[in-house]
């Protein structure tokens, strides 16, 4: 688990390669707006979302393992240029995860508000969203 948080701290566009540490090559991920299956296409799905954004900043909150499994919790800061006018957005989220007898990531499931993280960031959703955000609540 310990490798894992280490990678993510310092994961960037330039060391991508430092996947192969902690995820196994039939790795499995899901996250709110995808499903990938390889490691080969992880890494080219990261490489994507670095390609115009600068890489997310990981603080992790709280983080257990038992046996095979794991779960952190966590809240990533990233900026892109096309949402929230290029400032900060800050995400909360948590990550289950499957290891294998290698100690390896062979299933990560990230679960965020995927909301939060995009369709409130792009001006016109933003305000559709937030107001059936309001519409919905007390």
Known sequence: MEKFLDVYRNLNSSN??????IYT???RFVDPAHE???LEALTRYFAKLYENMDPPQFRFVHHLGSGS??????EMAFSHPRLANGGTIRVPGASYLQFDGSGKACFHR???DLGAMLYEQIAFLGRIVTYIKKRLGP
């Open 110 to 112: 990230d679960y965020f």
């Open 25 to 27: 090559q039939n790795i």
């Open 16 to 21: 991508l390669e430092r996947l192969q540490d």
């Open 36 to 38: 990938i299956f390889g």
């Open 69 to 74: 499994e794991g779960y952190v919790q966590w």
